[in-house]
């Protein structure tokens, strides 16, 4: 499957069901200390994840990022002043060529065990399994692949940034949306043929919307154990 399909969807919707709550809860902040974050491409951290991580580095928690694929020097420096304001403590560079995931599937995993045997997460920030890109569709299934290989008892936030999600967990970014929309903002280069920070600010705002509670922006996550959400891409993708 290169892109969600609706039969994938619909399944999706069928598995997820008994973890979501009429009330959603709202998180204040992340339940371990340790967190990795798993990002696609160079952004999808800032624009998914990045005012809950925010949150996480300023209270004193531990935040480490993986960016899967690389694309071009002017990009690599947009990284950088974007962590920097994120909080990465270290960020590591897988090095594959954007669009390549699923062709490289198992090599990703190969990466996602010694990756994992070296951060010992407490916490694995995702892609949702069915968020619309091949590459970002690609990490669930090499996360499948790699905990066949590698059990591993790390709770999962998958994120959206393609295709909003139905969340079971909500945290409020209201304090630091300022320094998450900054971070969106450092990648220049893909920000001036897109919005990306208008786009994560529609979203954050619509959820504070549903959440109220004197809220202004808001994060969205699907929330398991690894086991469950392992099981869940067994039988989603």
Known sequence: MKYANYRSIFKM????????????????????GKVLVIAPHQDDE???CGGTIIKHTK??????????TSDTDERMDETKAATKILGSKINHFLQ?????LSSSNSELSNRFIELFDRVQPDIIFVPFMIDNHQDHIAISKALLKSYKKH???????????????????IVDISEVWDEKEKAIKCYKTQTETRD?????????????VVKGKGTSHCETFFKASMAEYISLVKKVL
């Open 46 to 48: 800032s624009i998914g």
């Open 196 to 208: 990306y920070a208008k786009m994560a600010s529609s979203i954050a705002q619509y959820w504070s």
């Open 151 to 169: 059990k591993m008892d790390s709770l999962v936030y998958a994120y959206s940034v393609w295709t909003t999600l139905i969340p079971n967990v």
């Open 13 to 32: 919707y069928e598995y997820i069901q008994p973890f979501l709550k009429y009330s959603t809860p709202l998180e204040d902040k992340l339940p371990a």
């Open 59 to 68: 209270s004193g928690g531990h935040l480490e990022i993986a960016f899967c």
């Open 96 to 100: 594959f060529p954007i669009r390549s």
